[in-house]
């Protein structure tokens, strides 16, 4: 297979079908995937509760309100698009 460019791929779509063959059938032939986390492992979520019960409060300002603003930009301040005038 001859190196290609980001620009080879999507100007051909066939390049792409080429590469996933090349990936699967050379490449990780032989490589199966086994990852670190099972599906029944849990998230360690108490190991930071004190954390969150001292910062939960403050985050809980940068919620977003959508019965009082259109976006969260809005009820940050921000105003978007910014345009600089000369």
Not at 15 to 28: D, M, R
Not at 43 to 49: C, D, F, G, S, V
Not at 60 to 84: C, F, S, W
């Amino acid at each position: 297979m001859q190196a290609a460019t980001a620009l080879d791929f999507l100007l051909n779509a066939e390049l792409i079908g080429q590469a996933w063959a090349y990936f699967n059938e050379v490449q990780t032939k032989e490589t199966k995937y086994v990852p670190l986390i099972k599906s029944s492992d849990q998230p360690a979520i108490e190991l930071n509760q004190d954390k969150m019960a001292k910062v939960l409060p403050e985050l809980k300002r940068y919620y977003y309100d959508a019965a009082k603003y259109k976006t969260y930009l809005e009820q940050l301040g921000i105003r978007y698009p910014t345009v600089k005038r000369e």
